[in-house]
């Protein structure tokens, strides 16, 4: 019998599992902040553990603190012995061994250069290859200047080994200071060499609409306008602006969510099958949509976005403070905390499809997803059923509880011919022996990899920015329509989000 010949589809080659990262130095600006501590530190120890990370591996630590490399490691421990119900001291033991700290200023050249020499002799004694990673988990408002005395100290070569830089977001404030920013990275590290990071990216659920879409055949033939009536997007937390007011009074949930979590959701929903699964491949298909987006004007956006902002209120039960009356934010504040933003691409698979995308703080619940509403059957058979049948939705819960549900009509068993709506659901809980992995654990490892698949390119951020600038100069300029605050903490938002759906058909849904 001839052997059968197994097709590859270029699709599934992303599939793999598998993946060992290369022996290398990572390098964190930042390094006594809260991410580091509560999330990248964690997230490469699941690596350890996991048996993923490289045999060889150095972390340097850098920021201002002035702490020995004991400290650092007592830090970094003591948290995740507290977060990590099986905390094993014996592994922590093994997994910190290579962890140093280099305190200084980020505008100190000196730092630099010690930081070359210290990284010279860990290449050396653990056989780290000239592999690096810079990581900046700093304030936005040192990156040009760590990168460009990173490149002044030839650390972005990658004469020895491969040199990259991942860059946490906030990329940029604004279209100009993004494009800015692109410009001086670029003066010192090639695009290959740039990791933007949105950590939605990373979330197992997100990066399962590429697998959803484009391993299955049945979904494509009606993800359109012909089949689709909208499409929701939802990011809604119930905690309020907490300790992060400096930050979060100049950026709003604009600049915080939509910019780069939300719209890379939308991209991956809304993008073409990309012709191979490569990183550029999938950005050059996210980048069209982000460029298709229809541009707001002073006009349309009076009634495509509506904003808003938190009073005081109650969440289970507790009563919770107003954003005007957190600590560190202005009392009289015009800082947006919701946004709901009606957007039409100007594509032929979605012209005339809104996608309806909505965030806030201090909604009753915390809750990510996206929900494919779509259209009526053409003609309407079961009249006295209207009001327990309902159009059929698609939800991709991205958190918690991952999974997918289809609703769809069915009959209620019985004599009478009675309609109602059912759930057919896929939980990653009850699917899979394996849990989801966090997201950092996914990015660290694929920036080890060299794999920008799930990062963002320079031309992203900036056509992004783009899209979204005519809504920020409108909100920066103009007083709110409905005086500040306009929704209680604990209700889903201001009432003037309803009045944007503009169909009766159409509601946001309660997630
Ligand atoms: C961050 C925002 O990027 O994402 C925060 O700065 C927000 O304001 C957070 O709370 C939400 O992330 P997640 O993973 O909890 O949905």
Same mark, same amino acid.
């Given at each position: 019998?001839?052997?059968?010949?197994?097709?590859?589809?270029?699709?599934?080659?992303?599939?793999?599992?598998?993946?060992?990262?290369?022996?290398?130095?990572?390098?964190?600006?930042?390094?006594?902040?809260?991410?580091?501590?509560?999330?990248?530190?964690?997230?490469?120890?699941?690596?350890?553990?996991?048996?993923?990370?490289?045999?060889?591996?150095?972390?340097?630590?850098?920021?201002?603190?002035?702490?020995?490399?004991?400290?650092?490691?007592?830090?970094?421990?003591?948290?995740?012995?507290?977060?990590?119900?099986?905390?094993?001291?014996?592994?922590?033991?093994?997994?910190?061994?290579?962890?140093?700290?280099?305190?200084?200023?980020?505008?100190?050249?000196?730092?630099?250069?010690?930081?070359?020499?210290?990284?010279?002799?860990?290449?050396?004694?653990?056989?780290?290859?000239?592999?690096?990673?810079?990581?900046?988990?700093?304030?936005?408002?040192?990156?040009?200047?760590?990168?460009?005395?990173?490149?002044?100290?030839?650390?972005?070569?990658?004469?020895?080994?491969?040199?990259?830089?991942?860059?946490?977001?906030?990329?940029?404030?604004?279209?100009?200071?993004?494009?800015?920013?692109?410009?001086?990275?670029?003066?010192?590290?090639?695009?290959?060499?740039?990791?933007?990071?949105?950590?939605?990216?990373?979330?197992?659920?997100?990066?399962?609409?590429?697998?959803m879409r484009?391993?299955n055949s049945i979904f494509e033939p009606i993800w359109?306008?012909?089949?689709?009536?909208?499409?929701?997007?939802?990011?809604?937390?119930?905690?309020?602006?907490?300790?992060?007011?400096?930050?979060?009074?100049?950026?709003?949930?604009?600049?915080?969510?939509?910019?780069?979590?939300?719209?890379?959701?939308?991209?991956?929903?809304?993008?073409?099958?990309?012709?191979?699964?490569?990183?550029?491949?999938?950005?050059?298909?996210?980048?069209?949509?982000?460029?298709?987006?229809?541009?707001?004007?002073?006009?349309?956006?009076?009634?495509?976005?509506?904003?808003?902002?938190?009073?005081?209120?109650?969440?289970?039960?507790?009563?919770? %403070?107003?954003?005007?009356?957190? #600590?560190?934010?202005? +009392?009289?504040?015009?800082? &947006?905390? @919701?946004? !709901?933003?009606?957007?039409?691409?100007?594509?032929?698979?979605?012209?005339?499809?809104?996608?309806?995308?909505?965030?806030?703080?201090?909604?009753?619940?915390?809750?990510?997803?996206?929900?494919?509403?779509?259209?009526?059957?053409?003609?309407?058979?079961?009249?006295?059923?209207?009001?327990?049948?309902?159009?059929?939705?698609?939800?991709?819960?991205?958190?918690?509880?991952?999974?997918?549900?289809l609703?769809?009509?069915?009959?209620?068993?019985?004599?009478?011919?009675?309609?109602?709506?059912?759930?057919?659901?896929?939980?990653?809980?009850?699917?899979?022996?394996?849990?989801?992995?966090?997201?950092?654990?996914?990015?660290?490892?694929?920036?080890?990899?060299?794999?920008?698949?799930?990062?963002?390119?320079?031309?992203?951020?900036?056509?992004?920015?783009?899209?979204?600038? %005519?809504?920020?100069?409108?909100? #920066?300029?103009?007083? +709110?329509?409905?005086?500040? &605050?306009? @929704?209680? !903490?604990?209700?889903?938002?201001?009432?003037?989000?309803?009045?944007?759906?503009?169909?009766?058909?159409?509601?946001?849904?309660?997630?």
């Open positions: 019998m001839p052997t059968p010949v197994l097709l590859e589809n270029p699709l599934r080659q992303g599939l793999s599992s598998g993946r060992t990262a290369p022996p290398c130095s990572l390098v964190i600006y930042g390094a006594s902040g809260d991410l580091t501590v509560r999330k990248l530190v964690p997230a490469l120890f699941e690596l350890y553990e996991k048996h993923l990370l490289p045999v060889s591996f150095n972390l340097i630590g850098i920021s201002r603190s002035v702490i020995s490399d004991e400290d650092f490691r007592k830090k970094l421990k003591d948290f995740l012995a507290k977060a990590k119900p099986q905390f094993s001291e014996a592994v922590w033991n093994s997994f910190s061994q290579n962890f140093h700290y280099i305190a200084g200023g980020y505008d100190d050249f000196k730092v630099y250069q010690a930081l070359s020499a210290r990284l010279d002799e860990l290449d050396e004694k653990n056989g780290t290859m000239g592999n690096r990673i810079f990581y900046l988990s700093t304030p936005p408002n040192v990156f040009e200047v760590i990168i460009s005395n990173l490149g002044a100290a030839g650390l972005a070569k990658e004469d020895k080994g491969f040199s990259r830089v991942v860059i946490e977001k906030p990329f940029g404030h604004d279209l100009e200071s993004a494009k800015e920013l692109n410009v001086k990275v670029r003066e010192v590290f090639k695009e290959h060499q740039i990791y933007r990071i949105d950590h939605y990216l990373g979330k197992e659920t997100v990066q399962n609409f590429l697998v484009f391993a359109n306008r012909r089949h689709v009536d909208h499409i929701q997007i939802t990011a809604s937390e119930d905690l309020g602006v907490g300790t992060r007011a400096g930050y979060y009074e100049s950026a709003g949930i604009l600049r915080d969510m939509f910019q780069n979590h939300l719209f890379q959701v939308m991209c991956l929903i809304a993008m073409e099958p990309p012709v191979t699964f490569e990183a550029n491949a999938i950005r050059d298909e996210k980048l069209k949509i982000l460029q298709a987006i229809r541009p707001f004007d002073e006009h349309s956006v009076k009634h495509l976005a509506v904003r808003g902002q938190y009073g005081p209120g109650f969440l289970a039960g507790q009563k919770v %403070p107003g954003y005007r009356e957190e #600590e560190g934010v202005n +009392p009289k504040s015009n800082t &947006p905390t @919701y946004a !709901a933003i009606k957007i039409f691409l100007d594509t032929w698979r979605w012209h005339g499809v809104p996608f309806l995308l909505r965030s806030a703080k201090r909604l009753p619940k915390r809750t990510t997803e996206a929900a494919i509403q779509f259209k009526e059957p053409p003609n309407l058979l079961f009249k006295n059923n209207l009001n327990t049948l309902t159009p059929n939705v698609l939800i991709i819960r991205i958190q918690p509880d991952e999974g997918i549900t609703k769809f009509d069915t009959k209620v068993p019985g004599m009478t011919m009675e309609g109602r709506t059912v759930n057919m659901d896929f939980r990653y809980g009850t699917s899979f022996a394996e849990g989801t992995s966090e997201a950092y654990e996914r990015l660290l490892l694929d920036c080890m990899l060299g794999d920008a698949t799930l990062f963002i390119r320079g031309d992203e951020a900036e056509a992004a920015w783009a899209a979204l600038m %005519p809504v920020i100069h409108h909100w #920066e300029t103009t007083e +709110p329509e409905t005086p500040f &605050p306009n @929704y209680e !903490a604990g209700t889903w938002g201001p009432v003037e989000a309803d009045n944007m759906l503009e169909r009766p058909w159409r509601h946001w849904r309660k997630v």
